[in-house]
């Protein structure tokens, strides 16, 4: 059999050793040291606005406080993009919120305005106002930001930036990740840079960053002795995770350029199939095209597809099934269109990793046209 393609693996610099390294040299190994502190300065010099980092567990962990901090609690609701992984939408229930889940639009397979709009109006009239709009820049494509930020001051509330998927995507020459009251970033094994596990959350103000490190690490409070006036979590990123991530910014631009080029290969090779197409970039906008997708003319060719690159030990995954159609969120209110549904049905996503060879893009190349030819 031919080895394994991976639809999204790590990919090493080379550079995250000497980091590592130095911190083991020093015995820097406790959640907290000088590359915590470094690959916070890294990610903030490189968004280039005026934001401050924390450096976090995992993305689930940013989005999870940036609800603690905007006050969402039992009772409350907060609008959760449905097309999404469940990481965007679990910290809403850990709050004993409910998620309220908008569907998606066809420009960029974001959140919908028009429905979100709806929904807002629909929830004040029942008497609840949502606490925080969740929107997400989907396989590092940004969402509608004008429109999205718009309906958001309009009702006066506060947007949680997903940029899990996005980091080096940008949205009229602005990096994601800097929209929103809060944004968070992931670092996962199968992100664009990744620091095994590990996330950020990113806050418009310094205060609001040592807020989010205080309850990040168990919201001691300062005695001599162990004191605790609020309820705190373990979700400080390590002195040693913080040197992987150093030396995976020294290449993020180089894999951004890599997985754009991806994305071109794809569509150059795919572009004389009628039952291929692919999501285009709106103008004015930046994917970093974390993921390359396709929409086939049908569920039943997306899956034989999908299983032909599976024999061929090809890695492939259907499209976030929306959140509206997962049974742990079943019982929560949904406003759709049935876009995200009909994108769940008919998409996939091919191998986009930054370190796929011109053998591996070939061999699937050759793999989906064997398909159709069959």
């Known amino acids: 059999m031919n080895p394994k393609i991976w639809l999204s693996s790590p990919h090493m610099s080379g550079n995250e050793l000497k980091y590592i390294t130095e911190a083991f040299d020093t015995n820097w190994v406790a959640p907290l040291g000088p590359n915590v502190n470094g690959f916070e300065n890294d990610i903030q010099t490189y968004l280039n606005e005026d934001r401050h980092v924390a450096a976090l567990a995992s993305g689930t962990s940013a989005l999870h406080l940036s609800l603690i901090l905007l006050g969402v609690s039992q009772g409350d609701e907060v609008i959760c993009q449905s097309k999404t992984f469940s990481a965007s939408a679990n910290p809403i229930v850990y709050q004993g919120a409910s998620p309220i889940f908008i569907d998606s639009e066809k420009d960029t397979w974001n959140m919908c305005p028009v429905q979100l709009e709806i929904a807002i109006k629909d929830r004040i009239a029942k008497g609840k106002t949502p606490k925080a709009i969740i929107a997400v820049h989907l396989y590092g494509m ?80 300062s005695a001599p002795h162990y004191l605790h006036s609020e309820i705190g979590y373990n979700y400080r990123m390590s002195n040693i995770v913080a040197g992987i991530g150093r030396g995976q910014m020294t290449i993020l631009d180089n894999h951004v350029a890599k997985r754009r080029s991806n994305y071109k290969f794809y569509v150059e090779s795919l572009k004389n199939n009628e039952k291929i197409t692919f999501l285009q970039e709106p103008k004015g906008y930046f994917s970093n095209r974390w993921l390359s997708c396709i929409l086939l003319d049908s569920k039943e060719t997306r899956e034989g597809l999908r299983l032909a690159l599976e024999k061929e030990n090809i890695e492939s995954r259907p499209l976030w099934k929306p959140m509206h159609q997962q049974p742990v969120f079943k019982e929560y209110p949904s406003y759709t269109n049935g876009v995200s549904d009909e994108l769940f049905n008919r998409g996939l996503c091919l191998p986009s990793g930054s370190n796929l060879t011109k053998n591996e893009l070939d061999r699937i190349i050759s793999a989906i046209n064997a398909y159709f030819v069959t």
Do not use: H, M, W
Not at 156 to 165: F, G, L, T
Not at 179 to 195: A, E, P, Q, R, V
């Open 142 to 221: 940004p969402y509608k930001v004008d429109e999205i930020n718009k309906i958001a001051v309009k009702y006066n509330i506060p947007v949680v930036e997903d940029s899990a998927e996005s980091l080096g995507s940008q949205y009229k020459n602005k990096n994601c990740g800097t929209f929103g009251d809060f944004s968070i970033l992931s670092f996962n094994g199968n992100k664009i840079i990744t620091t095994s596990g590990g996330g950020a959350l990113i806050t418009k103000t310094l205060k609001l960053k040592e807020k989010a490190v205080f309850l990040a690490t168990q919201a001691r409070d």
